[in-house]
């Protein structure tokens, strides 16, 4: 049986730009960008843990990272304002083996 898979805004603020660059390449690879250094991401818990770890193989002391669970209802409730297109959400939540 597959993981299920729920959505993270992944928020950081990286003081170097080439660290900076590293983590953008990094989690464009995962996820859509909405702000500058905010991403959204669809996870397994596995796919996350990962991420994780190899965001921290990038940031410093100095650079912050938070990353925000998003429960279903939370997601039906977000309100994209100016850039409607920026929070589309696949609505077949079901994968079927």
């Known amino acids: 049986m597959a993981e299920s898979k729920n959505y993270y805004l992944i928020c950081y603020?990286?003081?170097?730009?080439?660290?900076w660059r590293r983590a953008y390449k990094l989690?464009?690879?995962?996820g859509e960008t909405i702000q500058y250094s905010i991403f959204r991401v669809r996870l397994n818990q596995r796919e996350r843990e990962q991420l994780r770890w190899?965001?921290?193989?990038i940031l410093t002391e100095e650079d912050s990272l938070l990353i925000a669970g998003l429960?279903?209802?939370c997601v039906e409730r977000i309100e994209a304002c100016n850039r409607p297109e920026s929070w589309e959400v696949e609505?077949?939540?079901h994968q079927i083996l």
Request: charged share 50%; aromatic share 4%.
């Open 91 to 93: 609505h077949d939540m």
């Open 54 to 57: 190899k965001l921290e193989k």
């Open 27 to 30: 989690l464009k690879g995962y």
């Open 13 to 19: 603020d990286i003081r170097d730009p080439k660290r």
């Open 71 to 73: 429960c279903q209802r």
